[in-house]
């Protein structure tokens, strides 16, 4: 079964600080990689997404991840951090094959302004 | 336009009631997925539909829970003889198929008493 690990349970930063949350998975085939974003009482939102081709992708507000295939990691990383990037970022996985996507267990980030 | 719907927003239960909870997923999207996400944890699968089929149940965490499709648009996740473990957040997301990113619903909050 497929698995995706979150280091970072909670991170706290300042405003204009840079951002890498770390994800790794554990699946031996093939598989999709996401980011989603969950903001104070809203649903969760696609960040972005990775499926096949270039490793490094850029997705929305600023935010980018890079699939290393051979760490099975793909970590989110944001230059420079907004107040209003507080929320919780879940990575996800899944095989093309298969709809199902397997979630970390989510990390809050929190920016002060 | 609009996004996953998911009804009732709470619902609270005694023990051993039965509960039904409603998601309408985006028009035209053939794919819907259910999730139930524990305080502090990411999302975990529960079922998958391709219009009305179902073709995975197997997240489904006993004979206690049970959903369906009929027409291949709205779903209901039903939870017989309700238990204080089945306290959680229940996500509903639907995509247009094949590897297309799910799009979430806002979940229905159930708490058990």
């Known amino acids: 079964a497929q698995s995706v690990s979150q280091h970072n349970h909670h991170v706290i930063l300042s405003e204009a600080a840079s951002l890498e949350l770390g994800c790794n998975y554990s699946y031996g085939g093939t598989v999709n990689l996401f980011w989603y974003v969950q903001y104070p009482g809203q649903h969760l939102q696609l960040l972005l997404k990775?499926?096949?081709?270039?490793?490094l992708v850029k997705g929305i507000k600023g935010f980018e991840a890079e699939f290393i295939k051979s760490k099975f990691s793909f970590n989110l990383r944001k230059p420079s951090v907004q107040w209003s990037d507080t929320a919780e970022y879940f990575c996800?996985?899944?095989?093309?094959?298969?709809?199902?996507?397997?979630f970390g267990r989510g990390t809050q980030l929190t920016v002060w302004p | 336009g609009a996004g996953v719907s998911q009804s009732p927003r709470y619902k609270v239960a005694k023990r051993g009631q039965d509960v039904a909870l409603r998601c309408d997923p985006i028009s035209g999207h053939v794919s819907l997925f259910w999730y139930q996400q524990a305080l502090g944890q990411g999302p975990e699968f529960l079922t998958y539909?391709?219009?009305?089929?179902?073709?995975?149940k197997s997240g489904l965490p006993s004979d206690r829970f049970f959903a369906e499709r009929p027409e291949g648009s709205v779903s209901t996740l039903k939870i017989q003889r309700t238990q204080q473990e089945d306290s959680a957040v229940y996500l509903c997301?639907?995509?247009?198929?094949?590897?297309?990113?799910?799009?979430f619903g806002d979940g229905t909050r159930l708490s058990i008493l």
């Open positions: 996800a996985v899944n095989a093309p094959t298969l709809g199902r996507l397997y």
């Open positions: 990775y499926f096949s081709g270039d490793p």
């Open positions: 539909f391709q219009n009305e089929a179902q073709l995975d």
């Open positions: 997301a639907s995509s247009l198929g094949g590897n297309q990113p799910q799009h």
